[in-house]
């Protein structure tokens, strides 16, 4: 049987076997709805309630902050529509980058269709929000920043801790979408006054569907989901207890800090052994201001869709932001933010490992990649790399 | 999202390379759009393709698109091959995804190019 390695973690993860089991009894025996006042109910009361214990706990916020959700995108969706609705006669504008997730940037664009002002800032080469430009685009009108914690693609990590300061002292909200990032780096949202965080399970060894936002005891805010009640009204629909709890299970396996060091030794030897391949270049930063399990490369001469499908035929899953990627035919937003050529951008290839990446696994991508590369760039027309590079990539080699 | 048998001529390309005294070539398509296609052709004296190859920057359709291109132009007359249509090679492959069409359509075109080529300079 072929190998297959997965370096696809942050498109989702697989869940842990551990979650699995700590999930099992909210389906069949404990399966009451925590509305219900009998036996069964408070049972699900009380599982649910001990991981949102939990969840509060990691980031440091108090419990009845936490909101349930179904995942990253309704957390998103809800923590921009909920506090532009509820501001909107204090301000109409909201500051957000323009490296966000999709579910942030079509929320905007419906917001701006709603009569809202968008602000997106712009983003140096390795991802970083221009702080200046933040500060200077917040007016009167500004009720809510929205920033991208961990990016998704090129991995960069937010200086948190500088743009809460920065909010703080314009008296302006600070929502983040901690999607990626959250276990595996520091969020703490009473030391980077952080007013919402988006969270969720998948992308830590979590079940999909579940997610939470924490939104500050301040924040007006209203809600999108109309229901029973729910989430202290602030979120209607029967609690996914069974998720909930898995979740709550995912996160404190996850917290673990030896992990970070695990992971964050394993990216640094993938990126070391990938970029020793002749004419492959890093997308996104190096060091402690990337996430511990992504890497990004740009390898030139060789189409992303091409580069992606030559390795899973060696058994290797990874992604790309090529325009030629399967469905879309549309080119990265991220990559083009941080002024990547044309050239560069379908070329490139995201490679992101979980904490049960082995070494042996790091090894074997680094070596079908390599020959991937080869073998794709011997059938290609574009052959000299130095001189193409000046002309399309706007550099020399 | 791709048949097998596109995948097979995206493993194992026969008619990946170039043709070193080839007498008509055809480039299409650049690095920034996401592909390139090249074509070389050998035409004999009767107007028969006898050598086709393809060198390809690109997606899996390209390159399949590509591979297919070669071995069903190869043995023909260039009259015959200037009818060959895009709608031939995703037939030929199995089908391809809509949004992949326009790897096949810029086959034909490189083809059609190095065709171009040969009579230019006979």
């Known amino acids: 049987m072929q190998r297959s390695v997965y370096l696809d973690n942050a498109a ?14 909210y389906f069949d025996r404990h399966y009451g709805n925590p509305s219900s006042i009998h036996q069964l109910g408070r049972e699900a009361r009380e599982a649910t309630e001990a991981s949102r214990d939990r969840i509060a706990a990691s980031i440091n916020s108090r419990a009845d902050e936490i909101v349930f959700t179904s995942g990253g995108t309704e957390g998103n969706n809800l923590a921009l529509k909920g506090v532009a609705f509820a501001n909107r006669k204090k301000g109409k504008h909201i500051i957000t980058t323009k490296i966000e997730h999709k579910c942030i940037l079509n929320s905007c664009e419906w917001l701006e269709s709603e009569g809202f002002k968008i602000t997106y800032l712009d ?3 390795e991802g970083f929000v221009d702080l200046e430009q933040l500060e200077n685009n917040i007016t009167k009108e500004t009720v809510l920043v929205s920033i991208i914690h961990g990016q998704n693609e090129i991995g960069t990590i937010q200086d948190l801790q500088t743009i809460g300061k920065i909010c703080k002292e314009h008296d302006v909200w600070l929502h983040t ?50 229901g029973g009640g729910q989430e202290s009204k602030r979120r209607g629909g029967t609690e996914n207890v069974p998720g909930i709890v898995g979740f709550a299970k995912a996160v404190e396996l996850a917290s673990n800090k030896r992990h970070i060091e695990r992971m964050t030794k394993m990216r640094d030897k993938l990126i070391e052994g990938i970029t020793k391949i002749e004419d492959v270049s890093l997308n996104g930063p190096r060091g402690s201001r990337r996430l511990c399990n992504n890497a990004n490369f740009s390898f030139f001469g060789v189409e992303g869709e091409g580069l992606g499908m ?6 290797v899953l990874t992604s790309t932001g090529s325009a030629c990627s399967s469905r879309s035919l549309e080119k990265s ?14 070329s490139s290839t995201r490679m992101s490992i979980s904490r049960f990446t082995t070494e ?17 760039r011997a059938i290609s027309p574009i052959k000299k790399a130095k001189e193409v590079l000046k002309n399309v990539f706007g550099k020399s080699a | 999202m791709y048949s097998e048998k596109a995948l097979e001529h995206f493993k194992n390309p026969k008619f990946a390379g170039e043709i070193k005294d080839a007498n008509g070539t055809g480039e299409v398509g650049n690095v920034a759009c996401g592909d390139v296609i090249k074509v070389y052709i050998k035409v004999n004296k009767k107007g028969i393709l006898e050598d086709v190859r393809f060198q390809t920057y690109g997606c899996v359709a390209a390159i399949a698109a590509s591979d297919a291109l070669c071995e069903m ?13 895009y709608e031939d090679i995703v037939k030929e492959l199995g089908g391809l995804p809509p949004v992949k069409f326009h790897c096949s359509v810029m086959g034909i075109q490189a083809l059609k190019k190095a065709i171009e080529d040969y009579k230019k300079k006979r």
């Open chain 1, 12 to 25: 989702t993860t697989m869940v842990d076997p551990e979650v699995i089991k700590a999930m099992e009894p």
């Open chain 2, 73 to 85: 132009a190869r043995g023909k007359h260039i009259d015959d091959v200037l009818k060959m249509k």
């Open chain 1, 310 to 315: 030559a390795l899973e035929q060696e058994g």
């Open chain 1, 177 to 226: 979408d901690a999607c990626q990032s959250y276990t595996k780096t520091e969020l703490d949202v009473k030391k980077y006054n952080i007013a919402l965080a988006t969270l969720n399970a998948h992308k830590l060894h979590g079940p999909k569907g579940v997610g939470a936002l924490y939104i500050r005891e301040d924040v007006e805010f209203v809600p999108w989901q109309h």
């Open chain 1, 360 to 376: 042996e696994e790091i090894d074997y991508a680094i070596e079908k990649t390599e020959y991937a590369v080869k073998k794709l």
């Open chain 1, 333 to 346: 937003h991220v990559l083009k933010a941080i002024g990547l050529s044309d050239a560069e951008i379908n």
């Open chain 1, 123 to 125: 983003v140096n080469r």
